[in-house]
């Protein structure tokens, strides 16, 4: 037997599974790699949903939506609240405890009613004219700020600077309000 040449192909042989178990060392850490992307992948779908109206694109995760989204959320609640007349508010009601949480349906239904018996009692309607959306998608909530004028018999009675918070909930794939209010000490 020739001890130098087994010698010399044990080492090739030591040689080659070094390289072969660093190939397959590198392939596991790949697929290590690959499986961590995956999962948290699996977390962060958008799904694509549909405003009222849309003028600008959006984008929505597994529980926020992007400014843009509540952008547009925002002036369309704020169009059903705060441009209304004695034969529209009714219907604007009905529309907007459609996107209600179900936790606040009750009080927002009770004070959209109270507010629509007042405007019908003093001919009253009022229209806004939003100027500025705020948005804040770590709140999931939108500032409006605009002009609302009110008119009684037809007749100005006011036209202010006024500022309201529209917050939501993000739940089932679906933005839901969850509070509208004024904002007090409006800048002029």
Do not use: C
Not at 45 to 60: A, E, M, Q
Not at 88 to 103: F, H
Not at 123 to 137: D, H, K
Not at 148 to 169: C, M, S
């Amino acid at each position: 037997m020739d001890f130098e040449r087994l010698n010399g192909d044990i080492k090739d042989m030591r040689r080659r599974n070094r390289g072969l178990g660093l190939a397959v060392g590198l392939l596991a850490g790949g697929h290590l790699l690959a499986l961590v992307v995956i999962l948290n992948l699996l977390g962060t779908v958008r799904t694509v949903i549909v405003p009222p109206s849309i003028n600008k694109s959006f984008w929505v995760s597994r529980d926020k939506a992007s400014g843009e989204y509540l952008e547009q959320m925002g002036s369309f609640v704020a169009w059903l609240v705060l441009d209304v007349t004695p034969t529209t508010v009714d219907w604007k009601k009905d529309i907007l405890l459609g996107y209600v949480e179900p936790e606040q349906h009750g009080e927002l239904k009770t004070r959209q009613e109270l507010e629509a018996a007042r405007l019908k009692r003093i001919n009253a309607s009022t229209f806004f004219l939003p100027q500025q959306l705020v948005p804040s998608e770590d709140t999931q909530s939108v500032v409006v700020r605009g002009r609302l004028r009110t008119l009684v018999n037809g007749l100005e009675t006011a036209n202010d600077l006024k500022a309201y918070q529209v917050e939501f909930g993000y739940g089932g794939g679906r933005l839901h309000l969850k509070t509208f209010k004024e904002l007090p000490n409006v800048a002029p």
